[in-house]
């Protein structure tokens, strides 16, 4: 009798261990440890950081952004565009804008402008990596959202000890650009000659800045290829605006300027009045590509270069 109720004394503890263990086990499915709240917030796809942010990460924690892609709002404010190391931007964040372009502003005393020079030394920045070799696409703009990550292979074995620190874009999240509209200007001239990538455009030139794009009948001229629309920095705006009034000034000048794309541009002050008309007849006729091409650099009065002739020979018609 003894031993029937030691027997059933254990197995009760069993079953009660082994209810505990059951319990213990559901307790921690529906609790996720606390140790839960140290997981990095790096990993949130939304989470988009500002430059100060990733700065402060890489001063306090430098490992934490390794092997990570995250998302980065920052403003481009200089840059330089050399070769390998020497090749890219210098990023910051809205609110330190204003000092770096207030370095050269001529209508600030010479006072504020050293002032803006410290500020700009003590603001949060971030280099990128190599810019000349990026797909267009990817190009740092005056203000956008970037995928990206640091500790790239090839900037931390060759751009010294900061190379790790290197930003190296993997990708333009959203393009931001300006609160600012850019400047929209057009004006109608029928005076000058133009062609472009080897034909003639017909007069009257309407001759158009829109949307950081100088145009001449819808044909672009600035800039020079459609794979740089995109690259646009705080200093395009200004830019385009001024090559617009050079290319007015060109054609109410009575200016001939022949371009095509980034390949070359040339301007003439002097040309028969019938040259279009002559290398129209020339282009139509039987004579042989070489004979074309001597007697197209005859009507021309120069030594055009092949990429300018090859286009007219090419696409003249």
Not at 174 to 199: D, H, M
Request: aromatic letters at 10%.
């Amino acid at each position: 009798m003894f031993k029937k109720q030691k027997i059933l004394l254990i197995g009760l503890g069993v079953i009660i261990i082994v209810g505990v263990l059951i319990f213990a086990l559901k307790a921690t499915n529906q609790n996720p440890s606390s140790n839960s709240s140290n997981i990095p917030t790096i990993n949130n796809e939304n989470k988009v950081y500002t430059v100060k942010e990733t700065v402060n990460l890489l001063k306090i924690t430098p490992t934490f952004l390794k092997d990570k892609s995250i998302q980065l709002e920052a403003f481009v404010v200089d840059g330089v565009m050399g070769l390998g190391c020497e090749d890219y931007q210098i990023l910051t964040d809205k609110e330190y804008v204003g000092a770096f372009n207030n370095r050269y502003n001529n209508k600030l005393s010479q006072e504020e402008r050293n002032k803006a020079i410290e500020d700009s030394k003590l603001a949060p920045v971030l280099l990128t990596g190599q810019t000349l070799s990026m797909p267009e696409g990817f190009y740092p703009t005056y203000h956008a959202v970037y995928q990206g990550h640091f500790y790239d292979k090839w900037a931390t074995k060759t751009c010294g000890a900061d190379g790790y620190k290197r930003f190296v874009i993997e990708g333009k999240v959203k393009e931001i650009v300006s609160a600012e509209q850019p400047t929209y200007r057009t004006k109608t001239i029928s005076t000058g000659l133009v062609i472009a990538n080897g034909k003639y455009i017909q007069k009257p030139y309407e001759v158009t800045l829109k949307d950081y794009k100088v145009t001449i009948n819808g044909v672009l001229y600035e800039p020079p290829t459609k794979e740089q629309v995109s690259r646009v920095t705080e200093f395009t705006d200004n830019q385009r605006l001024k090559q617009w009034e050079n290319l007015n000034s060109v054609l109410e000048r009575n200016g001939l300027i022949i371009y095509g794309g980034n390949k070359y541009e040339s301007i003439k002050w002097s040309y028969p009045s019938t040259l279009v008309s002559d290398i129209d007849a020339l282009m139509k006729s039987n004579k042989s590509a070489q004979q074309k091409r001597e007697e197209l650099a005859e009507l021309l009065d120069t030594f055009p270069a092949d990429t300018t002739m090859n286009d007219i020979l090419k696409n003249w018609k």
